[in-house]
């Protein structure tokens, strides 16, 4: 059983990490837009909102689903619950760089 929810953590922090990718690549984006006034990185960066929206959601149910099925103690599910914080705090962030 651990070796599943190990796996599963393992998919969650290589999926996290490439969100703070992308949320960085919008923030980089959007600055750019402003300081060279080009409407086309601005609306680049707006589509982009919608892949995070949706990864939020994707992660907030994966966590949820692992608390549920796995039922984590101690540092596992300290884990979890840092991910759907920092999750939501990446959402906001891309909905600023928007």
Do not use: Y
Request: net charge negative; glycine share 2%; charged share 30%.
């Amino acid at each position: 059983m651990t070796k599943h929810l190990d796996r599963e953590l393992d998919s969650v922090r290589s999926d996290l990490i490439s969100q703070f990718g992308l949320v960085e690549q919008m923030i980089l984006t959007a600055v750019r837009s402003l300081a060279e006034r080009r409407a086309d990185l601005a609306n680049e960066v707006i589509d982009q909102d919608a892949i995070i929206d949706a990864n939020d959601i994707k992660f907030e149910e994966e966590c949820l689903k692992l608390l549920a099925l796995h039922q984590p103690v101690a540092s596992s599910m300290r884990w979890l619950f840092t991910v759907v914080k920092v999750n939501n705090e990446l959402e906001r962030m891309a909905d600023l760089a928007c």
